[in-house]
């Protein structure tokens, strides 16, 4: 399985744009990158998925360069409702059932 | 649509006794997965089904089992608690392209005396 590494935390103050930037050295071929965001005391939600270069959605940017050996998710002009835990983790490919979340990155977001 | 539920919310038990977490979907997912999760920490695997009437083991399944009898419901039991599973547990389901999303519910958060 891809281990994957991110920042512990990182603070922030609104209106901010926020890069989290995961390293996964040892991705498959195979593998998309994709986020999720974790609230206190609610379950994991979707953010974005991505396998090379850039995608964006409503909500974030996913940038993933040529090697796919990081890649960062960006959050522009955060917000207090933006503090939460981010999770970068390889999705299953075909054969693989399911996610391996690591300990994710603490975002908090300051006035 | 509901989306992922899960009961109860909140239990508490006293080490030794048994009980029965569900997790309903309304999404006709083939997949459901159990998770925990211990405070500070990531989500680990407990168990996940692949269909109706199928179960596997994960990453943590000790003290842990699953039922899915329907494909709509995933059953996660401990006969014996132990505070060693106090946690909170997340349930989540997906469909069967293996790039989905996963979904989860709620959460349950269970404490063990």
């Known amino acids: 399985l891809a281990k994957t590494t991110q920042p512990i935390s990182m603070d922030s103050y609104e209106g901010q744009e926020v890069n989290i930037t995961c390293s996964h050295n040892n991705i498959a071929t195979n593998d998309y990158i994709t986020w999720y965001q974790q609230f206190p005391s609610q379950g994991p939600r979707f953010i974005i998925q991505g396998y090379k270069t850039k995608v964006t959605n409503e909500v974030a940017s996913l940038f993933i360069p040529a090697d796919r050996k990081s890649s960062t998710l960006s959050l522009p002009r955060v917000s207090l409702s933006d503090t939460a835990v981010y999770y970068c983790?390889?999705?299953?490919?075909?054969?693989?059932?399911?996610?391996?979340f690591g300990s994710g990155t603490r975002l908090q977001v300051q006035p | 649509n509901a989306g992922v539920t899960q009961t109860p919310k909140f239990r508490v038990l006293k080490t030794g006794q048994s009980m029965t977490l569900l997790c309903a979907q309304d999404?006709?997912?083939?997949?459901m997965y159990w998770y925990r999760q211990d405070p500070g920490m990531g989500l680990r695997l407990i168990h996940y089904?692949?269909?109706?009437?199928?179960?596997a083991k994960g990453e943590v399944p000790d003290g842990y089992n699953v039922s899915r009898l329907k494909k709509q419901n995933f059953l996660l039991g401990l006969e014996s608690a132990a505070p060693s599973q106090t946690s909170v547990y997340f349930c989540?389901?997906?469909?069967?392209?293996?790039?989905?999303?996963?979904?989860f519910g709620p959460g349950t958060r269970l404490t063990v005396l």
């Open positions: 989540a389901s997906r469909g069967s392209d293996p790039y989905n999303e996963q979904f």
């Open positions: 089904s692949v269909g109706e009437g199928t179960t």
């Open positions: 999404m006709n997912h083939e997949y």
């Open positions: 983790l390889p999705s299953p490919r075909p054969g693989r059932r399911a996610l391996t």
